[in-house]
């Protein structure tokens, strides 16, 4: 049973992933490629939270360290006669997959809530900077006729969804991986401490 290998798998998996959580975010400040919206502080306010580069992306660099630190070359310690640190490290592993669940948790959370309450544009109903689909409950996600009503940024209902959505997705495959790990890291240290202790009665 190579929990260790297990662990560098997902560590791995989530480091990609936390890339790709910072790389949305930072492009959520850039509509269109346009910076001016970022400095004058025309953004929608989940944009703000920094979901994308700190929940699912920093956060998620600590559990993904750890995990991929894991692996040795005798994963199980039972053949090779390892001491207890392995069975420590698997089960601080478990620590550092609850960072990665707060941090996920939080990306999903904002990402849903920017879903919902719609972009910051100039409405061309109101012409004036507001949240047009802020009631909407996020029925306008399936109205996209109703996407028009934002003026500036051009497209910004579009860039909005898309990008959120993106966050959402990895959000939720982040809080599953370190989930998995929080199972296996409990399992593996569980199973090492074991072994280790039929190993000194054998002794």
Known sequence: MCFGKC?????????????FCMVANILLYFPNGETRYASEYRL???????????????LIFIPAAVFISLEHENCCGCGGHE???????????????FIG?????????ISA?????????LSSTE??????????????????????????????VGWNVTLFSILLFLGGIEFILCSIQVING??????????????????
């Open 186 to 203: 409990f399992i593996g240290g569980v199973y090492k401490m074991c072994c280790h202790r039929d190993e000194k009665y054998v002794c």
């Open 127 to 156: 012409n004036t900077w507001v949240y047009p689909f802020h009631n909407s409950s996020g029925e306008y996600l399936l109205e996209q006729n109703r996407w028009s009503v934002c003026q500036e940024p051009r497209n910004i």
């Open 83 to 97: 001491n207890c640190g392995e069975s420590c490290a698997m089960l601080s592993s478990v620590l550092a997959a």
């Open 113 to 121: 809530l920017g879903l919902s309450h719609g972009p910051y544009c």
């Open 44 to 58: 929608s306010k989940y944009t703000r939270c920094l979901h994308g580069i700190v929940g699912g992306g920093l």
């Open 7 to 19: 662990a560098k798998c997902i560590g791995y998996k989530l480091l990609i992933f936390a890339v």
């Open 101 to 109: 669940i707060l941090g996920s948790g939080y990306c999903i959370i």
